[in-house]
C-alpha cells in the first residue's frame, strides 16, 4: 500500500473527503518527525512505539575492496510494533 491508498482508505473508513485524510496523514507524520528529533517516544497503545536510537561509531568493511572503513555516530529512528498490532 502506498501514500495514495493509504489515504484513499482513511477517507473511506473515517467518512472524510481525501484532501481533509491527506491533511490527517500529514499532519501526522510532521508530529511524529518533530517529537523524534526532539529525542520524544511517540506511542500508540495497541499499534506500536516510535523511538530515537542513537548508534554508536563502528568499524565496517567496504565489501568491494575489502578494506575497513569508519562508520560515524549516528541517530536512528526505531519502530517497535505493539501486541496489538496483528
Known amino acids: 500500500m502506498n501514500k495514495t491508498e493509504l489515504v484513499a482508505a482513511m477517507a473511506e473508513k473515517a ?21 523524534l528529533k526532539k529525542d520524544e517516544k511517540v506511542t500508540l497503545i495497541g499499534f506500536g512505539t516510535f523511538s530515537v536510537v542513537n548508534r554508536p561509531a563502528r568499524t565496517g568493511r567496504n565489501p568491494r575492496t575489502g578494506k575497513s572503513i569508519k562508520i560515524a555516530a549516528k541517530k536512528s529512528a526505531k519502530f517497535k510494533a505493539g501486541k496489538g498490532l496483528i
Open 15 to 35: 467518512g472524510l473527503t481525501k484532501v481533509d485524510a491527506a491533511k490527517a496523514l500529514n499532519a501526522y507524520v510532521d508530529v511524529v518527525k518533530d517529537q
